[in-house]
């Protein structure tokens, strides 16, 4: 399905894989095979979009071949290996359905290049759960937003203007009174800034101290006695306000991206915050957000959890799923050098190549991709949302949006290229 | 290729046929006259087999954002029951949610070759697609859920015609690509929202100053009005709070005639009688039932495991979460379409209230006296995985089975329940309506749930035993379309079926405002939010079948 299109190769409300929030407003122009983002566009969206056409032949220790020989050579790999690993997982629905498919029929262990961060949220899901929402809500509900730890707009640059700042929403009268707070790390620009010019209070401290006042900000939205002044730095009549307007809020949202979470033992913050917002519940409303969404990675947990029942890391060599959070990490498993083999799966950014590692590789990867080390077998393949149809699913986990084919790139898909290794196994 | 089913004793209740021999035709995947001259390709020997049309489950949760919620807050269920790899499988996992691998070969391994996803929101139907066409084997469809949107509440308060909100309904039919339509907690997923904490027939959306009686009438008459086969199905205010027997019998009288189907109909019969203020309402609602013609129901029973629940109403999950077994739990409010709750729950026979939660559902069973407005569900995985069904025909069928099982839950619910007093016992005819005619009719599928002439070639057959449990665990043969995709209860070939769907017509008018609307307050364009065909088609295994809308409905 080629989006509608005029005479002048225009493409209006194109949705995006890469922003993880869904934007579906862009405006693009194709000539031939290059595109550029003319409305609309971000410093996630823009540059992703418009990453030039690269390679569109596959190789062999370098060499230009044929598909079939790239495809042969790789089927030859895992069939060789005793314990393949599929690394990355950057890709669409129908991607992750090849290579989950593809994994069960080799024994290979599955792990998503963010799924060390992503487990910061999963480990809270597989303890405690939470009550979350969804971005539809905070548009039109949200008179509180709580960003916990993360610089938002660095992460999601339009998240403001399309979620926050909005000329309309059905439940507030004026969404430029919303209440934005950070706590943790320190806006990097001024998307947060209220259209009247209102900035967001900013309770600031640093990472490492983010634990402590995120339980501290618990105690007190529970009411507990507490004999301390300050924590972290934020005076304790600070936390107290927020913990207050937490509770006053009609439907306060708490944000976190645990990606910007980077600390030893960061899911007990999340589930602090998780069981916070759950607290709160019992008098008022209030949800959290969680964020990512990039690289289709909640796209891989999605697809993984329905075919699996997990959302990454699955051992398929003893026969069945094995999930194992840990061990199963491509990291942990090279490191050991259980893994001799490596299929790395990136078709959004030609950034997100490869680990270094001495096993044989093969990569599956977005035309243009550069390496430091040429893998042993390269096919380029074409990025899901502009050379071909497809699905990727939003942060808040709900809402997949329908990829489509901008251009005639002649390059294959994640998903054929995958069927077709099985194919010749 | 014709295939020959020869003497097997068919229940087919479409045609009245209770147990008589005959032989099957099967042709290019549809069951045929007896062909004159041909030449027969394969003949199976059916002689003493019970012979039914696959089974169909009109309610169960297994595909959308909520059951893989539910999959990812359980790991531990998983590793109690791997699915292994095998040539022809897939891996997987089992028990209360189920990969969607897994769930497609244990349905067919019990002779099922359908299953309808109740639950679909707008929103997520698209997830609800994508996960059910990982489901082999089986047909799929699913009722898109409305009455907690905001547009609808929106129109509602504004007093828009009936007229529009048809048009509305049949434009969200399309675009999720749904045969049904269903309402949760009807505007109390929106209200819980705003805060409110319960809604009861005639409380008011505090918002839109609506209520659940208004949203009941609205959307069962736009149901019917547009030729939507299968009434509007509904999970009632108040789900398992005891006394919302009234609020059950109150939807009931509110119909006034009106086609309904009130789903896990166990969950909403409960009085407050007895020492624990929680009694069976059973009774009452059976009787309800056989009165009111307009009116079908499932059950949801329960059973006495570990289980998950999943739903749509997230108030009345989020007020249970103090229940979750193992403690977590999740809560969502989406995108200003509905909401979901997940919360995991341990049935336990020596809990009174759960005990008397199977009696009541088991007292509904055989209470209701029309097989054909009553259907076997527990609301998988809710009341129970699916894979409880042939235990629970046992219970239906066998009475000194279902009084030996009595005699072993929580003596004070065995003595609340008349169970003990209860003499029916199902026939296979009954069964057979229950799980095949009477699902297929009410959905509207005219090709499936029977064996004449034309039907598609979905075929169970049985070994009849005493222990009706083991009969219908391990089927000795299920058709899918005609081929054989089960032997001896073990799958022999996975074969993918299609998604049924009904095309209601609408105004095309109604996207002027539901564009305008998508624009202001939702996160996407009204055309990226539309499924397309293509999407359930291009992985070049899935279908769409599209049904006619009833007589009666617009053309």
Redesign the interface.
């Known amino acids: 399905?080629m989006t509608e299109t005029n005479e002048a190769g225009i493409f209006k409300?194109v949705?995006s894989p890469f922003c993880g929030v869904?934007t579906?407003?862009l405006t693009i122009k194709v000539e031939d095979t290059a595109i550029r983002v003319i409305e609309n566009g971000c410093a996630v969206n823009t540059p992703a979009f418009e990453q030039p056409l690269g390679d569109l032949k596959p190789r062999v220790v370098g060499k230009k071949v044929e598909l079939k020989d790239a495809v042969d050579k790789a089927a030859e790999i895992l069939r060789s290996a005793s314990l393949p690993l599929f690394g990355g997982l950057a890709t669409d629905?129908?991607g992750m359905?090849a290579a989950l498919?593809l994994a069960?029929?080799t024994g290979a262990i599955i792990d998503n290049m963010n799924f060390g961060a992503a487990l910061r949220n999963?480990l809270v899901?597989?303890?405690?759960?939470?009550?979350?929402?969804?971005?539809?809500?905070v548009?039109?509900?949200a008179d509180l937003l709580l960003v916990v730890g993360c610089d938002l707009e660095s992460l999601f640059p339009r998240f403001f203007e399309?979620?926050i700042w909005t000329?309309?929403?059905?439940?507030l009268d004026d969404t430029g009174k919303r209440q934005v707070i950070y706590l943790g790390k320190i806006p990097s620009g001024f998307a947060s800034k209220s259209p009247s010019g209102k900035a967001a209070k900013v309770l600031a401290c640093p990472d490492a101290d983010l634990p402590q006042v995120v339980a501290v900000l618990r105690a007190l939205v529970k009411g507990a006695p507490l004999n301390i002044t300050e924590v972290g730095g934020i005076s304790i009549t600070e936390l107290q306000r927020l913990a207050s307007q937490l509770k006053k809020a009609?439907?306060g949202v708490v944000t976190w991206a645990v990606s910007a979470l980077d600390f030893p033992q960061a899911e007990l913050t999340v589930q602090t915050l998780c069981e916070m917002i759950k607290e709160l519940?019992r008098s008022?409303?209030c949800?959290g957000l969680p964020l990512g969404g990039k690289e289709g990675d909640q796209t891989s947990?999605?697809?993984s959890?329905?075919?699996?029942?997990?959302?990454s890391r699955v051992d398929?060599s003893a026969?069945?799923?094995?999930?194992d959070p840990y061990l199963n990490s491509v990291e942990s498993r090279l490191a050991d050098g259980s893994g001799d083999a490596l299929l790395w799966i990136s078709t959004f950014n030609v950034e997100k190549t490869p680990p270094k590692t001495p096993v044989r590789k093969i990569v599956v990867g977005r035309s243009g991709m550069q390496f430091d080390r040429e893998p042993e077998v390269f096919i380029p393949v074409g990025t899901p949302g502009i050379d071909h149809?497809g699905?990727a699913y939003r942060t808040d986990?709900?809402?997949?949006?329908?990829l489509r084919k901008l251009r005639e790139s002649a390059l294959p898909s994640c998903s054929e290229v995958l069927s077709a290794i099985e194919q010749t196994l | 290729m014709l295939i020959k089913l020869t003497g097997g004793t068919v229940y087919d209740p479409k045609h009245e046929i209770n147990g008589e021999v005959r032989d099957l035709y099967i042709r290019d995947g549809r069951v045929i006259e007896q062909p004159s001259d041909s030449k027969i390709d394969q003949e199976y020997d059916l002689s003493g087999k019970v012979v039914m049309a696959g089974a169909i489950d009109m309610h169960t949760h297994i595909?959308g954002?909520k059951?893989?919620?539910a999959?990812?807050?359980?790991?531990e269920d998983?590793?109690a029951d791997?699915?292994?790899?095998s040539e022809l499988l897939?891996?997987?996992?089992g028990n209360a949610?189920?990969?969607?691998?897994t769930t497609g070969y244990r349905y067919a391994e019990m002779g099922y070759t359908a299953g309808f996803e109740p639950a679909m929101?707008p929103?997520?139907a698209?997830?609800a697609h994508?996960?059910m066409g990982?489901i082999p084997i089986l047909d799929k469809g699913g009722y898109v859920m409305l009455g907690s949107d905001?547009f609808l509440l929106?129109m509602m308060a504004a007093k828009k015609d009936q007229q529009a909100i048809n048009d509305y309904v049949a434009w969200t039919i399309h675009s999720a690509q749904a045969i049904g339509v269903k309402v949760v907690n009807p505007g109390g997923i929106n209200a819980?929202?705003?805060?409110q904490r319960t809604l009861d027939l005639d409380e008011k959306c505090a918002?839109y100053g609506v209520s659940p009686r208004d949203i009941l009438v609205c959307l069962a008459t736009a149901v019917k009005t547009l030729g939507v086969n299968h009434p509007l199905h509904v999970h009632g205010c108040n789900l398992g709070v005891p006394g919302n027997k009234d609020t059950t019998l109150n939807t009931i009288r509110a119909m006034d005639g009106l086609p309904l189907h009130l789903t896990h109909i166990q969950f909403h019969s409960y009085g407050t009688e007895g020492d624990f203020k929680f009694s069976s309402g059973a009774a009452e609602i059976a009787e309800a039932v056989n009165r009111n013609r307009n009116i079908s129901i499932d059950v949801g029973q329960i059973m006495f495991k570990q289980t998950v629940t999943a739903s749509g109403d997230n108030m009345r999950q989020?007020a249970n979460h103090h229940h979750?077994n193992p403690?977590?739990?999740?809560?969502?409010?989406?995108?200003?379409?509905a909401g979901c709750g997940?919360v995991p729950f341990k049935y336990r026979d020596k809990n009174f209230v759960n005990a008397l939660q199977w009696a009541i559902g088991l007292e509904i069973f055989l209470l209701v006296d029309d097989p054909w407005r009553i259907f076997l569900t527990t609301d998988h995985p809710n009341g129970a995985p699916f894979t409880s069904y042939p235990h629970l025909i046992r219970l239906l069928m066998d009475k000194s089975f279902r009084r030996d099982m009595l005699a072993t839950i929580h003596s004070d619910a065995a003595r609340a329940s008349t169970l003990a007093s209860i003499e029916r016992e199902y026939s296979l005819y009954e069964i057979a309506v229950m799980t095949r005619a009477g699902a297929a009719r009410i959905l509207g599928l005219s090709d499936r749930g029977h064996l004449g002439a034309g039907a598609a070639a979905d075929i169970t057959v049985y070994t009849e035993r005493d222990d009706k449990q083991k009969m219908f665990e391990k089927p000795d043969y299920v058709f899918k379309d005609g081929e054989l995709v089960v032997r001896n209860g073990e799958i022999v070939k996975v074969t993918w079926g299609t998604t049924h769907v009904i095309r209601p017509e609408f105004d095309p008018g109604i996207e002027k405002s539901l564009a305008d609307y998508f624009d202001?307050?939702?996160?996407?364009?009204l055309?990226?939010f539309k499924?397309?065909d293509?999407?359930i088609r291009?992985?070049g295994r899935g279908n769409l079948t599209v049904h006619p809308c009833r007589i009666g409905g617009p053309a």
């Not at chain 1, 899901?125 to 809500?137: F, I, K, P, R």
């Open positions: 399905m409300q949705p869904g579906d407003d629905v129908n359905r498919s069960d029929k999963f899901v597989h303890d405690s759960g939470w009550v979350n929402t969804t971005l539809a809500e548009k039109n509900r399309r979620y000329a309309d929403s059905m439940f009609a439907y519940n008022t409303r949800s947990f999605q697809v959890g329905w075919q699996t029942g997990y959302p398929f026969g069945f799923p094995e999930y149809c699905h986990n709900v809402v997949a949006v329908r | 595909g954002g059951v893989n919620i999959r990812m807050l359980l790991p998983h590793r791997p699915a292994c790899r897939r891996s997987g996992c949610a189920p990969s969607t691998l929101l929103i997520n698209r997830q994508m996960e990982d905001d929106r819980f929202k705003f805060n918002h989020f979750a403690k977590k739990w999740v809560c969502m409010d989406i995108e200003c379409d997940v202001r307050y939702m996160t996407m364009k055309g990226n499924i397309h293509d999407e291009e992985d």
